[in-house]
């Protein structure tokens, strides 16, 4: 029995859960990198702003109401009043020089600085929000940067597409490693498993420790994946801490759950179909392959 453990367990077991392991990180590496790249993509979105100038002859009751539409909008992420006063705070911060020394009196206007939902970030639905803005009376101008939307909008979606690609040819390249691995695993079983049936043990009766041993072995290597992937995120926001806006609990989550599950069907499915090719063959055609 010990001797039976030793052989289902051993140095073999070792080597293919390590390969299986590197594979899956390679894999859950694209995947991480395709979820963080919708993330970075909302995230740049989000980050446009919109700037609502408003009229000065405005109260503080009319500006409260303004801000409390703004806030229910289902373009705006977030709202932020910046008043005549913030502005030249900031601008006198900004370049050292105060414009009211040159000119007497406070250049700049009060404005609502909106910074939208991602759904809305592109050329279209901002030309009718500010469309719709520019309709107050209370509004004097809308400043947002079309050439800008319009360049992130197209160079978030080259980078989508080329994404996608490299994961699809990755996921191939990462289920044929896998596949080699576990087959040369079966290869080296093959007499084994044609005295088997020779003696009349049925397929079922073959395939179960087989099968057992490659649950084990996803389970082994996804865990051994997700922890090497927990590291490097580890690393990742000790180094970066601001990377935590695109590389979130849900993506990590995600990327762990696909990680394991990848690992425990790939190795099932490849165990399942090396064996039944053996079961398939003839004595005489195991000595030819």
């Known amino acids: 029995m010990s001797k039976h453990r030793n052989s289902f367990l051993g140095t073999q077991f070792l080597t293919a859960a390590i390969s299986t392991t590197l594979v899956l990180v390679l894999l859950g590496t694209i995947v991480l990198f395709v979820i963080t790249a919708q993330n970075l993509s909302t995230y740049v979105r989000e980050n446009i702003n919109v700037s609502v100038l408003i009229s000065d002859e405005m109260d503080s009751v009319q500006v409260s109401n303004m801000h409390k539409a703004f806030s229910?909008?289902?373009?705006?992420?977030?709202?932020?009043?910046?008043?005549?006063?913030?502005?030249?705070?900031?601008?006198?911060?900004?370049?050292?020089?105060?414009p009211t020394e040159f000119i007497g009196t406070n250049p700049y206007t009060a404005s609502f600085e909106i910074k939208v939902n991602a759904d809305y970030a592109n050329p279209d639905s901002l030309g009718i929000i500010v469309k719709h803005l520019k309709g107050n009376a209370d509004v004097v101008d809308v400043i947002y940067s079309k050439d800008l939307i319009k360049s992130v909008n197209d160079n978030l979606r080259k980078v989508s597409i080329i994404l996608l690609?490299?994961?699809?040819?990755?996921?191939?390249?990462?289920?044929?490693?896998?596949?080699?691995?576990?087959r040369l695993t079966i290869f080296s079983k093959r007499f084994i498993i044609n005295t088997m049936k020779l003696v009349g043990a049925s397929w079922g009766f073959i395939r179960r420790p087989f099968l057992a041993r490659s649950f084990l072995l996803g389970i082994v290597s996804a865990i051994l994946a997700d922890a090497l992937i927990a590291a490097g995120i580890y690393w990742l926001y000790k180094f970066e801490p601001q990377i935590n806006a695109v590389i979130n609990l849900h993506a990590i989550l995600i990327v762990f759950g696909a990680v394991f599950l990848f690992g425990i069907i790939i190795t099932y499915l490849c165990t399942l179909f090396s064996l039944n090719k053996y079961l398939k063959m003839s004595s005489n055609e195991l000595y030819y392959i």
Do not use: H, P, W
Not at 176 to 181: G, K, P, S, Y
């Open 72 to 98: 229910r909008s289902s373009y705006a992420k977030s709202v932020e009043y910046i008043s005549k006063e913030d502005a030249l705070r900031e601008e006198i911060e900004a370049q050292g020089i105060d």
């Open 165 to 182: 690609i490299i994961a699809a040819l990755f996921t191939y390249i990462s289920f044929a490693l896998i596949n080699n691995t576990v």
